[in-house]
């Protein structure tokens, strides 16, 4: 039984994780990197800052790049996911800077998946 | 790992604790740095920390296990306060790499507005203090990625000089 406490300490979670996503405007590309001790671990951090490094180094608007927590495959890390607008979420694994940067050329840019880094 | 991918791990922590708070403190002392990041989320579940700690699984807290066994095994210390008020994690670290500490602050860029965070950083070279309150005001239009590549990149530096390694 969960008290009255712990109903408002999920609902004030959920409230957040859908500010997040609720964020995505119209027409937007959403750039989701996991970030849980195992991506960490594995270079998430070096995932982010290389997608942030592609963007801002092109003339690329509505790219959004954030943050989410674990994503469950902590033996295929780091992982992340790209949301097309009006696509469905294309989650890649076992990232590095150089796939990043062929992910964004190809994907974002050229609205192609790259397959090959695509979670099995 | 580096002292920067402990901030990461902590703030996610605070995060999902829902913190709408988190203070970083880092200072150069006894030979080495001491990470100090406390926030005002609910805390962490009663014995959750502490398996974790005890290496055993947990839903959360494997970082602070990571944390406590590197500041320990590099001849530092390492100690906790949970309650329902926010937690508190403490770590010397001695002859650990700071790391790129702006790289790992801008992860949460996303999470301003929602959660803010101070980052207080000092040395016998000086003092440094930021706060993602105030990006707009000092940085610029925090909805340009461009402003988050400056935050980045000033944050490294400053960093970089007030406790050593290298600067990109």
């Known amino acids: ?120 | 790992m580096e002292i920067s991918k402990h901030i990461v791990d902590l703030i996610t922590n605070s995060v999902e604790a829902l913190a709408k708070h988190v203070l970083v403190m880092l200072s150069a002392e006894e030979g080495g740095v001491s990470l100090e990041v406390a926030d005002d989320g609910m805390g962490a579940k009663e014995g959750e920390v502490e398996r974790a700690l005890r290496g055993e699984k947990a839903p959360r807290g494997n970082g602070l296990r990571l944390l406590k066994e590197q500041a320990e095994s590099s001849g530092g210390s390492f100690e906790y306060l949970s309650d329902e008020k926010g937690m508190t994690v403490r770590a010397l670290l001695k002859n650990v790499p700071i790391g790129k500490v702006g790289d790992a602050l801008i992860v949460f860029w996303q999470e301003r507005g929602i959660m803010d965070i101070t980052l207080s950083a000092t040395s016998e070279k000086g003092v440094y203090c930021f706060d993602t309150r105030l990006i707009g005001e000092k940085y610029g239009d925090p909805a340009d990625i461009q402003t988050m590549v400056k935050v980045r990149k000033d944050v490294n530096y400053t960093l970089t000089n007030l406790f050593g390694g290298n600067k990109e």
Request: hydrophobic share 40%.
């Open chain 1, 1 to 120: 039984m969960k008290s009255i406490a712990d109903i408002n300490a999920i609902r004030e979670q959920m409230r957040s994780k859908v500010l997040i996503r609720d964020n995505t405007k119209e027409g937007e590309t959403h750039v989701f990197v996991g970030m849980g001790t195992c991506g960490i671990q594995a270079g998430a951090v070096e995932v982010f800052n290389a997608f942030v490094d592609e963007i801002s180094s092109r003339v690329v608007k509505n790219v959004r790049i954030s943050r989410t927590g674990c994503l469950g495959d902590c033996d295929k890390e780091p992982i992340a996911e790209v949301v097309l607008p009006g696509a469905a979420p294309v989650r890649y694994a076992g990232l590095n800077p150089a796939k990043v940067k062929e992910i964004v050329e190809k994907h974002i840019l050229g609205g192609n998946a790259v397959t090959e880094y695509i979670v099995k």
